[in-house]
């Protein structure tokens, strides 16, 4: 999930792991720092300028996590054309 872009670099910085699950259509990251509604429409635009470009993201979440937090996005799934 690399990103170089220098706008980006922030955010990708600050993302520790990544987990995905398929089956509940969810993408969740664990971020250092601590997030505000602006800082998780960044992590939005980061994901959007991936892999995960074609996705939708409908919902998210954030819950603190010891040092750090989880931001829990759902998705809808891209069509295949």
């Known amino acids: 999930m690399d990103c170089y872009e220098p706008k980006f670099m922030g955010v990708a ?3 520790i ?24 429409m960044n992590v939005i635009k ?4 991936t892999d995960w470009k074609n996705y939708k993201f409908n919902q998210y979440s954030v819950k603190k996590n010891g ?4 931001i829990t996005l759902n998705y809808i799934v ?3 054309k």
Do not use: A, Q
Not at 19 to 32: A, I, Q
Not at 46 to 49: A, I, Q, S, T, W
């Open 13 to 15: 910085d600050n993302i």
């Open 17 to 40: 792991k990544t987990e995905h699950d398929r089956y509940d259509k969810s993408l969740k990251l664990y971020y250092k720092h601590d997030l505000d509604r602006k800082c998780v």
């Open 46 to 49: 980061y994901l959007n300028n």
């Open 67 to 70: 040092e750090g937090f989880v």
């Open 78 to 80: 891209p069509k295949i």
